[in-house]
Structure formats: structure tokens, C-alpha cells
């Protein structure tokens, strides 16, 4: 096998595939000439081996005693050694940042005698057995699969028993006797003492790195952020120093610019006397980083080089973990930070004008999602709101629920339907089950670099921390806010993640000013436009720029054009007519089904058509100049009747009272009742049966176009044959659609020119389109559909019936109604454009369905060389960002 371990000095950041991120950055700093703690990374091959086998690669054992045997030699100790041991951390890092979601050990090497070597060569001995006991309660937890509340358990009774709720309280002979206990613990708990060879410790905690890639909750991170599963992580062993060894010594996190708003600035936490676990998990409260300054200057100035420097290196924001061991600065960790959406705009600008990257740069560092975060609705200011509590801006955004104590019950009570609000002392990695079910994240301790904060702004989740006036009892499902305020599980609660208020009520909310500028309600180019408006408006126009994807919106009425229009639209890519026929409107569709006669028939035909004509009177005039795509009715006629069973009752419990109507309606809902409608009559089947209905809606879009050339306007409709199949059938339903036209034509004398093209999708139709491309005019692809039939899945019933188990099973990652399925689906999408192009040069090729408006699937699109999507309305800004991000994606990889 190839080489398994690698020196920091033999690394770099260009190499995450191999070395993961945190060991890629560790060796990357290292070349830097930064204090890094020496150290090697085992790499993601070496877990891929094992996570497959079960047993580590031959020769890894022996290449990670000779790096060992570096690092000792460099450090000038050995690994557990009675009196200077050498103490090592053993740190997951996989390619992609999942903080928390993966394992870590720190004083590896510690024993009953080693331990006193360690308070010999420290000069205190309370900092010793603190170290020993840490070692025990990680080892425990994460190696040897003990419950940590165990271990909680018993330093809180600690604590009581020495009268204190600060563990730095606890002396060296209280420290001694936990460790004591935490030994019991482990022998009580697994059968075997705690192990003393401090090579058996590190092996064993280098294997449970490589097993918790696939704990559940790395499993659960990795779908949220739609990671690959077969990446594996790296295992990274760095020579330990101490943040814990006294007042001169502190542990901290840093950011070259704020993760929340972007600003540049010195943000982060810094924490006296304490590891690095004790920040990040939010155990004590930090102060500023700002306060480093007073308590340290010479390490406070030292990082501020550094962050200047790893920032213009990296050319990005930067998050850095740090410890300062008596004095001395040590680096332990950078990676480009996880920001919030209004901070990635900012930054991506601000670096722009910095010189640092150029704008095709500046796009591909912001995606649609984050742009989506960035149009949800806020807190209404003008509305009167309790406020009953502050705390830190981890996450920005607005969420409104009910209070829910623990991840299991919020993930139970959303599921079921409930807004919830996750309340929690401070968050930890087994969480995150109700972290992603929760509307907002809500803590009492921890600040913008807990664990709650940088998972919540990694998953763009409302998130505000360190509420510390709150009183949280998670036992008794309630917390008390300062004036006596108490709120119990179920009371409703609304915190802004923006100001860090936390709220006792439903607070009413607002539009993004996001919103307001693409409404056009807001000029960027005034001077007193936000910063972030700025942004957002240089962004976009460079996106746009650079597309080469048109966009287009689904809208049924013209007020939905219009914002369309108004977000950027180019056309619209589907009028569904169906939604025109319901409402008032649902009783002409029943006397067309129930009409016994050609006259009756075409008599709810005539009633009908005047009332589309007006519809696409309005629509066309929203989209005036613009392509309207419109497409024929497309469900079966039962879904505007009532449904069999109710009116099935209704009668049968009428009994001989039963109306005449009733029981024709009831006859006429058992004749069109379909087992599978989704396969049934409908779509252009429904054209080619019901005589007329064609006709109708034809000339509604022709008279309608008349109209609006003849005021001057114009209009550019396009006709969309639904469902179809085969060729034979866009041949018929075309040539009628035709006559219709000119029939029209002749009764107004305004000729109006449509270009007439079909729907792709079923499967078949895909597979043939070279032969449907010979009559339609145009593709569209009905992704939904087609993804539907070419998956064998009913949307309707297999979402809720076993969606969650194939995505738990990894059969697939994200549902394929959600993004697009591009080796099946997708493959057939390709088929159909390029045999369809074949047969009719410049075949304009557009896409419909849901997957119009996501990200990933818009990438697809392009390279697919479709033409445009279609999307909602409110999805037409991230559709424009995404189609820019893929024309420079797709630059970029040429120009490689």
C-alpha cells in the first residue's frame, strides 16, 4: 500500500483529499514557519482500509512507530515516560470541516506513573491529575464507549462535595481522587482497568478515530452538508501543550473577520487556564479576544501577525484554534471559517476590493442557498415584543417555536408538524438531531465559537448563545429568565440570531431587505444602501454576466409574473392551466364531466374559455416582450370532482334523499376513479379523448394574444403538449393546435405566432426524442414526473413511507425530488437533448420541474447544455447565482 503517514513537514493545503483538512492546514502552517506543535497524519486511506477490513493496512503500525520515534527524538521526551513523558492528542480531519461530528483524545500517555513525571516537570501537581482525569473521561467516552454523562456525573459531585460550581476549585487531592473514581468507572463499566501503555492508548484512540466517521451522528452531519460517505477521515497525533497550566496559559478560538456579519475585525474567544475542549463545548463562558491584549500582549500581538498572515495566504476568512502555554503561542489548527450568508457576500466583496481574489472568484464563494438564507423574513421592528434575555449573535436569522429541551423530543415534535426551538445548557455533537428538526438553537453558555455557534451557522440555523441570565433546567423542561420569568416546554419563543435577543411570544415577521432590493424597493446605488445590499447587488450582476443558463419562473397569474419579472426572470417557463379551473371555477369542470351531450359539452367549454383568455390576458402583459410557456391541462379530471369515499357516504347515508346531482356527480367519480392517476387519463391522453378541451384552451391563448397585439403589446406565448409519449401523439395534438391557431387568426385578423413543443416527462419520451423533436418545437423537462416513473416512485406515498430509512441506509444521499438523480434521471436528460438537437438544430431545451430552482441540479443543467430553467418565483435570484457559479465553474475547469 502506498505511504500511510506523513510529517507535517511533508504535507500541504492542496492535499485534504489525502491528508484531510485539519491535517492539510496543520502542514501547511508548518511550511509557513508558524509555531506549530510537531506532530504526523495517518491518511483517509489508511481509514478507508479499515472501516473496510476491520483491521488497520500492513505496515501502518510500523510507520507510525518510526514517525513516533521523530517526534519523540524532536521533542527530547518519550511517549509516557515516568518522569518527562511526552503526551500526544489524537484529532480526527476529514476534507471537508465537520466540527465536532468525529472523535479526539488529548494526554495520551498519561499513567499512574507518568502522571507524577508530568507534575515534576510542570511544577504543579493539580495540573497533572486534571490531565490524567480529562484523558480517562475522553478515552472512556470515545474509546471504550462509556456514557460521558457518567463521567459528568461524578465531577458535579465532585463539585458538590467541595461546596463549589467552578471546577477550577478543585484541588490536586480532589483532581487525584476523581481520577480515582473515573478508573472505577471504567472498570465498573467495560470489565478491564484503564489501559497503562501509552502505545495501547494511542492505538486504540487512532481506531475509534477512524470508527466514529461512521457514528450516527457523522452520518447525520454528513447528509445535512451532503458530504460523500467514502471519504474517511485522516487521524492527526501532535505533541500536546497546555492551555490549563495556570493563569499564564489559555486556550482560544480566532477569526480574521466576523462569521456572523463579515466585518473585518478581531473576533473570537479566549479562556484562561483551559483546554481546548472547554471553549468549544461552551462548559465555562470566555471573554473577548479583544481581552487578551490586557491579560497577554505579547502572545495578543503575536496572533494578530498570524491571522493577518494566514488570511492573505489563504485569501480568506480564516478560523484559528490556539493555546498559549506560559506564555508561549502555539498554532493548533486554521481552516477557511464556516460564515453565515450575509458574511460570505460581505466577504467575498470586501476581499474583491482587497485585490485578494477577482469577482469570478468572488461568485464561486457564495451559493444559492446561502442567498436563499438571505430573502427568509426577519423580526418586525414596529412590533411590540417581551423581550426576556440577550445573548450572542452566533447565527443570524429569525425562528419562531416552542421551547423543546432535548434533541430527541425536538426531532419528534417537528416531525410531527411543530416549530420547535432546541433550549439547551450547551450543545455537543450527539445534539444534532435536534439541531437540524429545530427552527432555532438556543443556549445559556458558550459564545461565537461553541459548538453550537459553529454548527448552527454551518447549516445556516438561527442560533442565539451564551444567554447566560437564563436559568436552564433540563430536567424540569423549563428555564427561569431574569424577573421571575419562567418558561416551561411548549411556552412559544422567538430569538433573533441576528441580535442575540431571545423573545417570550410569537414576534411577527417581515421581509429581507434582500427581498426589498430584488422587489426593487431598495437602489444599491444609493449611498445609504447597506453594505450588504452592495454586495448582493455586485454579486448577482456578475453572475449574470457570466451565465449562460437563461432563467425562467412558474407562475399561474400575473401578479406572480410580475415579482418573477421584478427577481429576474426572462420568461416563464410553465403556466399550469389546472389552477386556473379551481375555486368558483371547479363547477364549470363539473358540468364539462357531467355534460351527457355534444351541446352541454361545448356549452362548458364556451363558459370556461373567456375566463383563461383574461387569465393569460394578464399573465402575458406581466411578461410583456418576455416567452410564456404554457402548458395544456395536464392532471386527470377526477382531481376536480369530490373524492369517491366522501361522496360515496354522502349518498349512501342520503339513502332515497339523495339529490339527482349527487348521484350523477357519484357516477361520474366511479367512472373516472383510476387505481394509479398519475398514470392515467390525463395530460395530452385527456386532449386526444375529451373532444373540445384542446380547442379551448387554444383559442383562450390565442384570443388572449390578439388582445394584448392589439394594445399594443408583445406577446410571446409558447404552447406546451403535456405527458406525451410518443411522436404520434405530438403530431396529432400539433396539427389541431395549428388549425386552432389560424382559425383565430382568421376571426381577429392578428395572426399570432406560437411556437408549439412538449413536455419531456416520461421515460419514453426521453428515449425517443428524436423522434418527438421532429414535431415539438421545444423541450421542457417535467423532472418531477420523470423522476417519478424513472425511479418507480409514487411522490405522494413514498416520501413519507420509507424516504427516511433509504436516506439513514445511504441509498441515496439527498431525494431525488429535492436534486436532481443525474446518473438515472439525469442520463436521460441528456439522451433527449442531444438526440433531440440532432434531429432539429437549435432545439431550444428548457427545464420545469422542481429542479429548475436547486443548486446542484442547476450545475447539471448547464453542463447538460440546456438553455434555462424554470423555477418559483422566490427562486429565480438563486437560479441566476447558480447558473453564474456553473458558466465559471465550468471556465475554470477548461482552462485547467
Known amino acids: 500500500m502506498a505511504k500511510l503517514v506523513y510529517a507535517f513537514a511533508e504535507g500541504n493545503k492542496d492535499l485534504k483529499d489525502l491528508l484531510g483538512g485539519k491535517g492539510a492546514n496543520l502542514a501547511e502552517m508548518t511550511n509557513l514557519g508558524l509555531p506549530v506543535p510537531p506532530g504526523f497524519i495517518i491518511t483517509t486511506e489508511a481509514c478507508r482500509y479499515f472501516l473496510a477490513h476491520g483491521s488497520v493496512p500492513d505496515g501502518l503500525d510500523e510507520e507510525v512507530g518510526s514517525h513516533l520515534a521523530a517526534l519523540e527524538q524532536a521533542m527530547g521526551k518519550r511517549l509516557g515516560d515516568a518522569d518527562d513523558p511526552l503526551l500526544v492528542s489524537v484529532r480526527s480531519g476529514g476534507k471537508f470541516s465537520m466540527p465536532g461530528m468525529m472523535d479526539t483524545v488529548l494526554n495520551i500517555g498519561l499513567s499512574d506513573e507518568s502522571v507524577y513525571g508530568l507534575a515534576k516537570q510542570s511544577g504543579s501537581e493539580r495540573f497533572a491529575w486534571d490531565a490524567y482525569r480529562r484523558l480517562i473521561q475522553m478515552f472512556g467516552k470515545t474509546v471504550l464507549g462509556i456514557d460521558g454523562a457518567v463521567f459528568e456525573h461524578a465531577i458535579e459531585s465532585a463539585k458538590k462535595a467541595k461546596g463549589t460550581a467552578n471546577d477550577l476549585d478543585l484541588d ?335 414576534v411577527p415577521v417581515t421581509h429581507s431587505p434582500v427581498v426589498e432590493y430584488f422587489e426593487g424597493d431598495i437602489d444599491p446605488a444609493e449611498s445609504g444602501a447597506d453594505d450588504l445590499i452592495k454586495a448582493v447587488h455586485r454579486i448577482m450582476t456578475h453572475a449574470d454576466s457570466r451565465r449562460r443558463l437563461g432563467v425562467h419562473a412558474n407562475a399561474d397569474t400575473g401578479p406572480d409574473c410580475a415579482r418573477a419579472r421584478r427577481f429576474g426572470a426572462e420568461g416563464v417557463g410553465l403556466v399550469r392551466t389546472e389552477h386556473m379551473f379551481l375555486g368558483e371555477r371547479r363547477q364549470l369542470v363539473e358540468n364539462l364531466i357531467l355534460a351527457e351531450t355534444e351541446e352541454q359539452r361545448q356549452a362548458a367549454l364556451d363558459a370556461l374559455e373567456p375566463l383563461q383568455r383574461g387569465d393569460f390576458v394578464e399573465i402575458l402583459a406581466a411578461m410583456d416582450g418576455l416567452p410564456v410557456t404554457i402548458r395544456l391541462i395536464d392532471p386527470p379530471l377526477h382531481e376536480f370532482l369530490p373524492d369517491l369515499t366522501d361522496l360515496s357516504v354522502k349518498v349512501a347515508l342520503a339513502g332515497d334523499q339523495a339529490s339527482a346531482k349527487d348521484r350523477k356527480l357519484l357516477d361520474a367519480v366511479r367512472r373516472l376513479h383510476e387505481q394509479n392517476p398519475m398514470l392515467g387519463l390525463r395530460g395530452v391522453r385527456l386532449d386526444l379523448v375529451i373532444p373540445g378541451l384542446l380547442d379551448m384552451q387554444v383559442k383562450a391563448i390565442a384570443h388572449a394574444a390578439a388582445e394584448r397585439k392589439q394594445a399594443g403589446g408583445d406577446p410571446l406565448p409558447e404552447i406546451m403538449i403535456p405527458l406525451v409519449a410518443t411522436v404520434q401523439e405530438m403530431e396529432i395534438a400539433r396539427e389541431r393546435t395549428e388549425e386552432v391557431l389560424a382559425e383565430v387568426a382568421a376571426e381577429t385578423g392578428i395572426g399570432v405566432h406560437a411556437l408549439i413543443g412538449t413536455m419531456i416527462e416520461v421515460p419514453r419520451a426521453a428515449l425517443t426524442a428524436g423522434e418527438i423533436a421532429q414535431s415539438a418545437e421545444f423541450f421542457s423537462f417535467g423532472t418531477n414526473d420523470l423522476t417519478q416513473m424513472g425511479w418507480g416512485f409514487s411522490r405522494d406515498d413514498v416520501e413519507g413511507a420509507f424516504f427516511s430509512r433509504y436516506l439513514e441506509l445511504g441509498i441515496f444521499g439527498v431525494s431525488p425530488f429535492e436534486s436532481l438523480d443525474t446518473g438515472g434521471v439525469g442520463r436521460m436528460v441528456r439522451i433527449a437533448v442531444e438526440e433531440g438537437r440532432a434531429a432539429r438544430p437549435g432545439l431550444h431545451v428548457g427545464v420545469c420541474g422542481e429542479h429548475g430552482g436547486d443548486p446542484q441540479s442547476v450545475h447539471f443543467f448547464h453542463d447538460a447544455g440546456l438553455d434555462y430553467v424554470s423555477c418559483s418565483p422566490f427562486r429565480v435570484p438563486v437560479a441566476r447565482l447558480e447558473a453564474g457559479r456553473a458558466a465559471i465553474e465550468t471556465a475554470g475547469s477548461d482552462s485547467r
Open 172 to 506: 490536586a487531592d480532589d483532581l487525584r481522587r476523581l481520577t480515582d473514581t473515573f478508573k472505577g468507572i471504567v472498570r465498573e463499566q467495560t470489565g478491564r482497568e484503564f489501559p497503562a501503555d501509552p502505545r495501547e492508548q494511542m492505538d486504540l484512540a487512532i481506531r475509534a478515530v477512524f470508527e466514529s466517521w461512521n457514528s450516527p451522528r457523522a452520518i447525520l452531519y454528513r447528509r445535512q452538508e451532503r458530504i460523500p460517505a467514502d471519504l474517511g477521515t485522516a487521524v492527526n497525533v501532535v505533541a500536546m501543550v497546555f492551555g490549563n497550566l495556570g493563569m499564564d496559559s489559555g486556550t482560544g478560538v480566532a477569526f480574521t473577520r466576523d462569521p456572523g456579519s463579515g466585518h473585518p475585525g478581531v473576533y473570537g474567544d479566549y479562556l484562561q487556564n483551559a483546554q481546548g475542549e472547554d471553549v468549544v463545548a461552551g462548559i465555562r463562558n470566555t471573554v473577548p479576544l479583544q481581552d487578551l491584549e490586557r491579560i497577554d500582549k505579547s502572545s495578543h500581538d503575536e496572533l494578530l501577525q498570524i491571522m493577518a498572515t494566514l488570511e492573505n495566504h489563504y485569501r480568506d476568512l480564516c478560523d484559528i484554534e490556539f493555546t498559549i502555554e506560559r506564555g508561549k503561542l502555539w498554532m493548533l489548527q486554521t481552516r477557511v471559517g464556516k460564515r453565515t450568508a450575509a458574511a460570505a457576500f460581505r466577504i467575498a466583496t470586501q476581499l474583491v476590493d482587497q485585490g485578494l481574489i477577482d469577482m469570478d472568484e468572488a461568485v464561486s464563494r457564495v451559493t444559492g442557498d446561502q442567498l436563499a438564507q438571505l430573502m427568509f423574513p426577519r423580526f418586525d421592528a414596529s412590533a411590540a415584543t417581551d423581550k426576556i434575555a440577550k445573548g450572542v449573535s452566533a447565527s443570524p436569522g429569525a425562528a419562531v417555536g416552542r421551547a423543546v429541551f432535548d434533541s430527541a423530543r425536538a426531532a419528534e415534535r417537528a416531525a410531527a408538524g411543530e416549530d420547535v426551538i432546541l433550549v439547551r445548557r450547551e450543545t455537543n455533537p450527539d445534539d444534532l438531531n435536534g439541531m437540524i428538526a429545530a427552527r432555532g438553537i438556543l443556549t445559556s453558555r458558550g459564545g461565537k465559537t461553541s459548538h453550537a455557534a459553529v454548527v448552527a451557522r454551518g447549516m445556516g440555523k438561527t442560533c442565539v448563545c451564551g444567554a447566560d441570565e437564563l436559568d436552564v433546567d433540563i430536567a424540569g423542561r423549563r428555564f427561569t429568565a431574569p424577573g421571575g420569568v419562567t418558561v416551561a416546554e411548549g411556552d412559544v419563543l422567538s430569538i433573533d440570531g441576528t441580535s442575540g435577543d431571545v423573545y417570550l411570544g410569537e
